[in-house]
Antibody, heavy 116, light 108 residues
Framework: EVQVLESGGGLIQPGGSLRLSCAAS????????MSWVRQAPGKGLEWVSG????????YYADSVEGRFTISRDNSKNTVYLQMNSLRAEDTAVYYC?????????WGQGTLVTVSS | EIVLTQSPATLSLSPGERATLSCRAS??????LTWYQQKPGQAPRLLIY???KRATGIPARFSGSGSGTDFTLTISSLEPEDFAIYYC??????????FGQGTRLEIK
């Protein structure tokens, strides 16, 4: 069964840093791009970032460019989202999803709350 | 950036009725339009891809149509489990991948 499982969310002060992880199973991880999509409380879906299967190509939303970094470790079947200089508006459930688009597989999400 | 506008924001219908949800793109996305369903506390689920192709396991009452800038998700006869929020998403011109703001389908 294809699965992804996020972890690493929590409460963080504005300006702080947090690293999210997404562990994948049930498919050949290195053959697939992976993405992060977030959803602020009571709001819609917002694409955050994507990374190619090799890790050589990365893409970011303007809202996080320069603050967030996506990476992956294909030996561990895991993708990461390093989030720096966090702002209140980054508060959201962060979902990990398989592929660059047409997200067939999603995790259950991990909540990031940025607040003092 | 391609902006997707969904209408209506909220649709109130009864089980057994037909639901028609709209998604309009700010420029052509060809047929690269995907629909998702999201229920409270759950991750989104992919329903329709490439505007009209039903994902595996999705009931036949769900159908998608359209191309270019105007798209429709139709639920032919609403079941109680269909009441949820529906999002469209384009992959024609990315990054960024963009989503519509969602249509809430509620029980009348």
């Amino acid at each position: 069964e294809v699965q992804v499982l996020e972890s690493g969310g929590g409460l963080i002060q504005p300006g702080g840093s947090l690293r999210l992880s997404c562990a994948a199973s049930g498919f050949t991880f290195s053959s697939y791009a992976m993405s992060w999509v977030r959803q602020a409380p009571g709001k819609g879906l917002e694409w955050v970032s994507g990374i190619s299967g090799s890790g050589h190509a990365t893409y970011y939303a303007d809202s996080v460019e320069g603050r967030f970094t996506i990476s992956r470790d294909n030996s561990k079947n895991t993708v990461y989202l390093q989030m720096n200089s966090l702002r209140a508006e980054d508060t959201a459930v962060y979902y990990c999803a398989k592929d660059f688009h047409d997200f067939w597989t999603w995790g259950q999400g991990t909540l990031v709350t940025v607040s003092s | 950036e391609i902006v997707l506008t969904q209408s209506p924001a909220t649709l109130s219908l009864s089980p057994g009725e037909r639901a028609t949800l709209s998604c309009r793109a700010s420029q052509s996305v060809s047929s690269y339009l995907t629909w998702y369903q999201q229920k409270p506390g759950q991750a989104p689920r992919l329903l329709i891809y490439d505007a009209s192709k039903r994902a595996t396991g999705i009931p036949a009452r769900f159908s998608g149509s359209g191309s270019g800038t105007d798209f429709t998700l139709t639920i032919s006869s609403l079941e109680p489990e269909d009441f949820a929020i529906y999002y469209c998403q384009q992959r024609s011109n990315w990054p960024p991948i963009t989503f519509g703001q969602g249509t809430r389908l509620e029980i009348k």
